[in-house]
């Protein structure tokens, strides 16, 4: 699962524009499934035969979408101008290196520091004053290179550093995705249906129609949650925490999860010795949103790896939080398998 995490992450595909993450998924995964069709838009539907089929028609579901940024226009020095794609903070945003289409690199820039008043050193500078330098010499060279609507990815390598953690861009959610990749792979203790959907980061669009071709009774969403665990964050306003395992939550700003299903949650994790946690705080959302208001109600629950500075080019997770993740939604196929 690490291998397929580190190739997913190293694909781009902001909102809109997850072509290459789809064609890559559907290689590794189109000879394990009994069905698979991409629907128009672009959402990967795929269903495997289990040993049993249980009671009720399951779900599991992760996004392929990154945040990124779109060109808006070019200056007359050559400078793209760009909009976020996704929820971003302006302040992780310059003297990053990205890639603007498929080839052109390019660093993000402003004004240069010596040249801001006081009151713009003390904030982050607005996206509108922000720039892409691509080392265009005026506007005309640029656009042989670059056209409006281009998609732009951050560049940044996967790395395994300190205390088994690995950094890398898009874990949000391209996690989720290895993580039903490997599912996919094994055999299953019961009938499954996965969805890699689209548009997650720009309104759970992607989710919603997924939703509604398959109408499950149960949707277990996959995802990378925000992990406050850092110097100076008062411990109840860290949220979650890297090395004590997957995150199950009971709400957030999106969902009011299906209590029943948390309790199920969390009591398989205790069954089976493995770390869980939930969030200390009702913040962020995911695609659990529009999966529990679809097709007249559908109980959902959610199983998150947490994840330091989310959003940004330097995503952080623990390895063993991501084991034992799998390890969770397996024992949890298990026990829908056998009731």
């Not at 000879?31 to 009671?55: M, R």
């Not at 940044?156 to 205390?163: K, T």
């Not at 996965?194 to 992607?206: A, N, T």
């Amino acid at each position: 699962m690490k291998e397929q995490l580190r190739k997913l992450c190293q694909i781009n595909g902001i909102s809109g524009r997850e072509h290459k993450v789809r064609e890559e998924i559907l290689s590794q995964i189109s000879s394990y499934c009994d069905d698979l069709h991409v629907d128009p838009l672009g959402n990967i539907i795929a269903f495997k035969k289990g040993k049993k089929t249980p009671k009720q028609k399951l779900l599991i579901s992760a996004h392929m979408d990154e945040v990124g940024l779109i060109v808006t226009g070019i200056t007359s020095d050559g400078m793209l101008r760009f909009a976020m794609v996704g929820g971003i903070d302006a302040r992780v945003l310059v003297g990053r290196s990205v890639l603007v289409g498929n080839s052109i690199p390019g660093v993000i820039g402003t004004k240069a520091v010596h040249m801001q008043s006081a009151e713009e050193k003390a904030k982050a500078t607005p996206v509108d004053q922000l720039y892409i330098d691509i080392g265009a010499k005026d506007k005309e060279d640029a656009l042989q290179y670059v056209s409006l609507g281009e998609s732009v990815c951050f560049q940044s390598e996967p790395v395994e550093f300190g205390n088994n953690c690995l950094k890398a861009k898009a874990i949000d959610d391209r996690f989720g995705c290895a993580l039903m990749i490997q599912l996919l792979q094994s055999e299953l203790p019961c009938d499954l249906y996965c969805s890699f959907v689209v548009q997650e980061e720009v309104g759970l669009r992607g989710a919603k129609v997924a939703a509604h071709d398959i109408c499950p009774d149960i949707a277990i969403v996959l995802e990378a949650t925000t992990a406050g665990d850092l110097a100076g964050v008062e411990e109840l306003k860290q949220v979650c925490s890297l090395g004590k395992g997957p995150v199950i939550p009971f709400m957030d700003r999106a969902t009011i999860y299906d209590y029943d299903l948390y309790q199920f949650a969390m009591e398989t994790a205790k069954q089976h010795h493995i770390p869980c946690q939930t969030k200390t705080a009702v913040a962020g959302g995911n695609d659990a949103g529009a999966f529990s208001v679809s097709c007249g109600g559908i109980k959902t629950v959610s199983v998150s790896v947490p994840c330091r500075y989310l959003h940004s080019p330097c995503c952080v997770i623990n390895w063993e939080d991501a084991e034992n993740s799998l390890a969770l939604v397996q024992a949890m196929l298990e026990r829908f398998a056998n009731e």
